[in-house]
Nanobody, 120 residues
Framework: QVQLVESGGGLVQAGGSLRLSCAAA?????MGWFRQAPGKEREFVAM??????AYADSVKGRFTISKDNAKNTAVLQMNSLKPEDTAVYYC??????????????????WGQGTQVTVSS
């Protein structure tokens, strides 16, 4: 497994922007972000790999995932935030090229989570 350290998050008004970063200490073939709101299951947000990027329909056009390969860091830029984006956001990674995907089981390392709160 790979150690993942998240940063960013916080409180923002609706329509605002936040930037989440995730630094990985180890090899990663894909990195992604999931989120979990109170009383709900953890859900996919975005993923990046050598094959490209993928986004949940709910964030397409508003969120952008990128990766600095030199720093082994994934960044989630979140714009036009909505109150329904409020959740704990988790960084995830996969160190096997054979398991690239967007399901929870496609990732074998997880960060500790960071709170994002969007006020209306």
């Amino acid at each position: 497994q790979v150690q993942l350290v998240e940063s960013g998050g916080g409180l923002v008004q609706a329509g605002g922007s936040l930037r989440l970063s995730c630094a990985a200490a180890g090899r990663t073939f894909s990195m992604g972000w999931f989120r979990q709101a109170p009383g709900k299951e953890r859900e996919f947000v975005a993923m990046i790999s050598s094959f490209g990027t993928a986004y949940a329909d709910s964030v397409k056009g508003r969120f952008t995932i990128s990766k600095d390969n030199a720093k082994n860091t994934a960044v989630l830029q979140m714009n036009s935030l909505k109150p329904e984006d409020t959740a704990v956001y988790y960084c995830a990674s996969q160190d096997s090229l054979l398991r690239v995907g967007i399901r929870l089981v496609d990732f074998n390392s997880w960060g500790q989570g960071t709170q994002v709160t969007v006020s209306s």
